[in-house]
């Protein structure tokens, strides 16, 4: 168990704002169009309390995953694909409209506002020395850019990771959180359709887990409405939490 959650919420944003105004205004509608099925949408609101708590801390990001993903690493093999830390260029030329000169301010505004990220939480991680860093994010029933193979998520109404490092969690907390949801139930995914959870650079003691929330059992995917079953899948969520504090 743990003194300490820090929610770490890296892609509930649907802000493009940092791109610029002038990028902003000629994107904006069509921007997100293509970026919705990417933004892991409410989960700021699913994981995060309504009253504050002294045991259970919320980093939310500020600012789309599509212009800057905080979980991300430096050289990530997802660059390849131009999704790594920003995925600004490959999303604009997929709009069929790439201009180099639209990237907010060049590369090294992106990655201040990423390392800044960074910092924060690694000083919370040392301010809360065997924390819980709880990775909280959703992913679509369908395809994406980052998952175009979507028969790999169905089935699968929340995903668990972990990383095989020191930051796993005990083997006790994870058959906790695997029973806690599929005695709600929920099918459960361990490492799978997604796997391994944030890390930090920190010579912090700390231990990482990711959950993922199927975005169909609390929101429709089209609209982006939230469903009747929000509360319910929040409410499960955040009960979560007393089971995991000491």
């Known amino acids: 168990m743990y003194n300490n959650i820090i929610l ?11 791109a610029g105004k002038t990028a902003s205004e000629r994107f904006g509608r069509k921007w997100l169009e293509q970026a919705k099925d990417l933004i892991d949408w409410y989960t700021d609101e699913l994981f995060v309390p309504e009253l504050p708590s002294d045991n259970i801390i919320p980093v939310v ?5 599509t ?38 301010e060049g590369d090294s505004k992106v990655m201040q506002k990423y390392l800044d990220h960074q910092y924060k939480l690694a000083s919370l991680l040392v301010q809360h020395h065997g924390s819980l860093l709880l990775d ?13 193979d979507a028969s790999k998520n169905r089935g699968i109404d929340i995903c668990l990771g972990w990383n095989d490092d020191f930051t796993r969690p005990s083997d006790e907390i994870l058959f906790m959180v695997e029973d806690y949801f599929k005695d709600k139930g929920y099918a ?37 409405e939230k469903s009747e079953d929000f509360v319910r899948v929040k409410n499960d969520l955040q009960g979560l939490y007393k089971d995991m504090l000491l």
Do not use: W
């Open 61 to 65: 990001f500020d600012t789309c995953r």
């Open 8 to 18: 770490h919420v890296p892609h509930s944003s649907a802000d493009f704002s940092f």
């Open 188 to 224: 459960v995914g361990l490492n799978t359709p997604y796997s391994n959870a944030k890390t930090v650079d920190t010579p912090a003691n700390y231990c990482a887990l990711m959950i993922e929330v199927n975005k169909k059992i609390y929101m429709n995917e089209r609209n982006l």
């Open 67 to 104: 212009l800057c993903d905080v979980e991300r690493i430096s050289h990530d093999p997802l660059e390849e694909k131009g999704l790594g830390i920003t995925y600004y260029p490959c999303l604009i030329t997929y709009m069929g409209a790439y201009n180099p000169r639209l990237i907010p």
């Open 136 to 148: 909280c994010h959703s992913f679509s029933s369908g395809a994406t850019l980052l998952q175009p």
